[in-house]
């Protein structure tokens, strides 16, 4: 069973940066490069919502248009860690912040749904307010 443990959250003043992990474990016959990995985020009263995507080489992200030029998503393999920078926080981004894993999905054309996940994690806390 794939296990997801995001962290890194926290309090930051609006313009600040925080930097998330997705600490992966539990592959039992693949590893984390088999794995599609996406970020969302929820805030109190409103639906999930994905952020940014990264295929399982790396090699295509994707991400939600309030948060282009401000977060950027990367992964190590090798470390089976799933990082996403956020710069220039606002206090729009407060939530609750998920990483979840698949292995089927794409993620070059749009951000997939929550639905379409398989793995996830509990979510770390990211609020921004001065």
């Known amino acids: 069973q794939l296990q997801l443990v995001e962290s890194g959250g926290g309090l930051v003043q609006p313009g600040g940066s925080l930097r998330l992990s997705c600490a992966t474990s539990g592959f039992t016959l693949d590893a984390l490069d088999y794995y599609a990995i996406g970020w969302f985020r929820q805030a109190p009263g409103k639906e999930r919502e994905g952020v940014s995507c990264i295929t399982s080489s790396g090699g295509i992200t994707n991400y939600a248009d309030s948060v282009k030029g401000r977060f950027t998503i990367s992964r190590d393999n090798a470390k089976n860690t799933v990082y996403l920078q956020m710069n220039s926080l606002k206090p729009e981004d407060t939530a609750i912040y998920y990483c979840?894993?698949?292995?089927?999905?794409?993620?070059?054309?749009?951000?997939?749904?929550?639905?379409?996940?398989?793995?996830w994690g509990q979510g770390t806390q990211v609020t921004v307010s001065s």
């Open positions: 979840a894993a698949d292995r089927s999905l794409r993620c070059g054309v749009r951000l997939p749904t929550p639905y379409e996940y398989t793995y």
